[in-house]
Protein backbone atom coordinates (compact mmCIF):
# COMPACT_ATOMS: atom_id res chain seq x y z
CA UNK A 1 0.00 0.00 0.00
CA UNK A 2 1.06 3.73 -0.79
CA UNK A 3 0.24 6.74 0.67
CA UNK A 4 0.07 10.39 -1.46
CA UNK A 5 -1.07 13.65 0.15
CA UNK A 6 -3.00 16.64 -1.41
CA UNK A 7 -2.90 19.68 0.01
CA UNK A 8 -5.90 22.35 -1.05
CA UNK A 9 -6.05 25.67 -0.41
CA UNK A 10 -9.83 26.62 0.59
CA UNK A 11 -9.56 29.13 -1.98
CA UNK A 12 -8.97 28.67 -5.59
CA UNK A 13 -6.52 26.40 -6.42
CA UNK A 14 -8.89 24.21 -9.14
CA UNK A 15 -6.11 22.76 -10.49
CA UNK A 16 -4.77 21.04 -7.97
CA UNK A 17 -8.75 19.74 -7.14
CA UNK A 18 -9.01 18.39 -10.37
CA UNK A 19 -5.04 16.89 -10.02
CA UNK A 20 -6.19 15.00 -7.33
CA UNK A 21 -9.43 13.42 -8.98
CA UNK A 22 -7.71 12.34 -11.67
CA UNK A 23 -5.01 10.47 -9.18
CA UNK A 24 -8.02 9.24 -7.82
CA UNK A 25 -9.74 7.69 -11.16
CA UNK A 26 -6.29 6.30 -11.81
CA UNK A 27 -5.44 4.30 -8.91
CA UNK A 28 -7.06 1.84 -7.03
CA UNK A 29 -8.16 3.74 -3.57
CA UNK A 30 -8.70 2.33 -0.43
CA UNK A 31 -8.97 5.04 1.94
CA UNK A 32 -9.37 8.53 1.86
CA UNK A 33 -9.22 10.79 5.41
CA UNK A 34 -9.38 14.52 5.23
CA UNK A 35 -8.66 17.34 7.77
CA UNK A 36 -9.88 21.30 7.34
CA UNK A 37 -6.05 22.63 8.83
CA UNK A 38 -6.85 25.99 9.63
CA UNK A 39 -4.19 28.56 9.02
CA UNK A 40 -6.04 32.07 8.25
CA UNK A 41 -5.21 32.73 4.92
CA UNK A 42 -3.07 30.14 3.99
CA UNK A 43 -6.37 27.56 5.26
CA UNK A 44 -6.06 24.46 3.34
CA UNK A 45 -7.94 21.07 2.91
CA UNK A 46 -5.32 17.96 3.52
CA UNK A 47 -6.38 14.55 2.08
CA UNK A 48 -4.70 11.67 2.93
CA UNK A 49 -5.07 9.36 0.30
CA UNK A 50 -4.21 5.40 0.79
CA UNK A 51 -4.03 3.46 -2.22
CA UNK A 52 -3.22 -0.34 -3.68
CA UNK A 53 -0.14 -1.18 -5.68
CA UNK A 54 -0.84 -4.80 -5.78
CA UNK A 55 0.45 -6.44 -9.51
CA UNK A 56 -2.39 -7.80 -11.62
CA UNK A 57 -1.58 -11.32 -14.06
CA UNK A 58 0.69 -9.17 -16.51
CA UNK A 59 3.03 -7.43 -14.17
CA UNK A 60 1.37 -4.31 -14.44
CA UNK A 61 -0.56 -2.22 -11.87
CA UNK A 62 -3.57 -2.56 -10.53
CA UNK A 63 -5.58 0.93 -11.62
CA UNK A 64 -3.54 1.30 -15.16
CA UNK A 65 -5.38 2.14 -17.89
CA UNK A 66 -3.63 0.28 -20.41
CA UNK A 67 -4.70 -1.73 -22.94
CA UNK A 68 -4.54 -4.86 -24.38
CA UNK A 69 -4.80 -5.54 -28.11
CA UNK A 70 -6.58 -8.56 -28.13
CA UNK A 71 -6.37 -9.17 -31.43
CA UNK A 72 -2.92 -9.34 -31.44
CA UNK A 73 -2.13 -11.31 -28.15
CA UNK A 74 -4.70 -14.32 -29.43
CA UNK A 75 -4.30 -13.87 -32.84
CA UNK A 76 -7.44 -13.89 -35.65
CA UNK A 77 -8.67 -17.38 -35.36
CA UNK A 78 -8.62 -17.01 -31.16
CA UNK A 79 -9.71 -13.47 -31.64
CA UNK A 80 -12.69 -14.34 -33.25
CA UNK A 81 -14.14 -16.34 -31.02
CA UNK A 82 -12.63 -14.20 -27.95
CA UNK A 83 -15.18 -11.15 -29.94
CA UNK A 84 -18.54 -13.75 -29.67
CA UNK A 85 -17.74 -14.64 -26.15
CA UNK A 86 -17.49 -10.98 -25.18
CA UNK A 87 -21.00 -10.46 -27.33
CA UNK A 88 -22.54 -13.33 -25.07
CA UNK A 89 -20.90 -12.30 -21.81
CA UNK A 90 -22.09 -8.46 -22.23
CA UNK A 91 -25.75 -10.24 -23.22
CA UNK A 92 -25.51 -12.26 -19.57
CA UNK A 93 -24.34 -8.96 -18.08
CA UNK A 94 -27.25 -6.97 -19.26
CA UNK A 95 -30.21 -9.58 -18.33
CA UNK A 96 -28.45 -9.38 -14.78
CA UNK A 97 -28.33 -5.78 -14.93
CA UNK A 98 -24.44 -6.11 -13.85
CA UNK A 99 -21.44 -4.58 -15.28
CA UNK A 100 -19.58 -6.96 -17.99
CA UNK A 101 -16.43 -7.27 -15.83
CA UNK A 102 -18.63 -8.84 -12.90
CA UNK A 103 -19.40 -11.63 -15.45
CA UNK A 104 -16.13 -12.20 -16.14
CA UNK A 105 -13.06 -9.82 -17.19
CA UNK A 106 -11.57 -9.23 -20.34
CA UNK A 107 -8.71 -11.30 -19.97
CA UNK A 108 -10.27 -14.73 -18.29
CA UNK A 109 -12.41 -14.57 -21.30
CA UNK A 110 -9.26 -13.94 -23.73
CA UNK A 111 -8.05 -17.20 -21.49
CA UNK A 112 -11.39 -19.32 -21.93
CA UNK A 113 -10.79 -19.36 -25.57
CA UNK A 114 -7.28 -20.78 -25.11
CA UNK A 115 -8.70 -23.65 -23.78
CA UNK A 116 -9.65 -26.39 -26.29
CA UNK A 117 -12.40 -28.13 -24.29
CA UNK A 118 -13.42 -25.19 -22.03
CA UNK A 119 -15.47 -26.77 -18.85
CA UNK A 120 -17.19 -24.91 -15.66
CA UNK A 121 -13.90 -27.03 -14.21
CA UNK A 122 -11.31 -25.32 -16.51
CA UNK A 123 -13.07 -22.57 -15.41
CA UNK A 124 -12.50 -22.95 -12.04
CA UNK A 125 -8.36 -23.48 -12.68
CA UNK A 126 -8.38 -20.05 -14.03
CA UNK A 127 -6.40 -17.74 -11.78
CA UNK A 128 -8.70 -15.12 -10.16
CA UNK A 129 -11.89 -16.92 -11.03
CA UNK A 130 -14.02 -17.84 -7.95
CA UNK A 131 -16.39 -20.69 -7.80
CA UNK A 132 -19.27 -18.79 -7.48
CA UNK A 133 -18.88 -16.73 -10.58
CA UNK A 134 -18.35 -20.12 -12.24
CA UNK A 135 -21.58 -21.24 -11.23
CA UNK A 136 -23.51 -18.98 -11.70
CA UNK A 137 -22.40 -17.31 -15.39
CA UNK A 138 -19.71 -19.96 -17.11
CA UNK A 139 -21.96 -23.23 -17.44
CA UNK A 140 -24.44 -20.23 -19.22
CA UNK A 141 -21.83 -18.71 -21.46
CA UNK A 142 -20.46 -22.42 -22.19
CA UNK A 143 -23.88 -23.26 -23.58
CA UNK A 144 -24.99 -19.66 -25.27
CA UNK A 145 -21.54 -19.96 -27.25
CA UNK A 146 -22.38 -23.42 -28.48
CA UNK A 147 -26.03 -22.18 -29.43
CA UNK A 148 -24.15 -19.52 -31.58
CA UNK A 149 -21.92 -21.61 -33.13
CA UNK A 150 -25.02 -24.02 -34.10
CA UNK A 151 -27.09 -21.17 -35.77
CA UNK A 152 -26.21 -20.27 -39.75
CA UNK A 153 -24.47 -16.93 -40.14
CA UNK A 154 -27.05 -14.42 -41.06
CA UNK A 155 -24.34 -11.85 -42.17
CA UNK A 156 -25.57 -9.49 -39.35
CA UNK A 157 -22.06 -10.31 -37.19
CA UNK A 158 -19.30 -8.15 -37.98
CA UNK A 159 -17.58 -11.12 -35.86
CA UNK A 160 -16.18 -13.56 -38.53
CA UNK A 161 -17.41 -16.98 -36.52
CA UNK A 162 -15.64 -19.98 -36.43
CA UNK A 163 -17.39 -22.99 -38.27
CA UNK A 164 -16.40 -25.65 -35.25
CA UNK A 165 -17.39 -25.63 -31.66
CA UNK A 166 -14.96 -24.22 -29.35
CA UNK A 167 -16.41 -26.36 -26.58
CA UNK A 168 -17.28 -29.48 -27.82
CA UNK A 169 -17.90 -31.54 -24.43
CA UNK A 170 -19.21 -29.74 -21.87
CA UNK A 171 -18.57 -31.15 -18.32
CA UNK A 172 -20.00 -29.55 -14.88
Known sequence: MQVKIFSIPI???ETQVEEMN???RSHRISE???ELIQAGSESCWAFCITYLTELTNDNSKVG???KVDYREVLGEELYGKFKI???LRNQI???DAVPPYSVFYNNEVAEFVKIKNLTTAAMKKQK???E???EKYGQKLIDLYNEAQRQPDTGNSTVEQPADSLFPSIEK
Open 11 to 13: LGE
Open 93 to 95: ANE
Open 64 to 66: SKE
Open 22 to 24: KFL
Open 128 to 130: GIG
Open 132 to 134: KRV
Open 85 to 87: MCE
Open 32 to 34: VKK
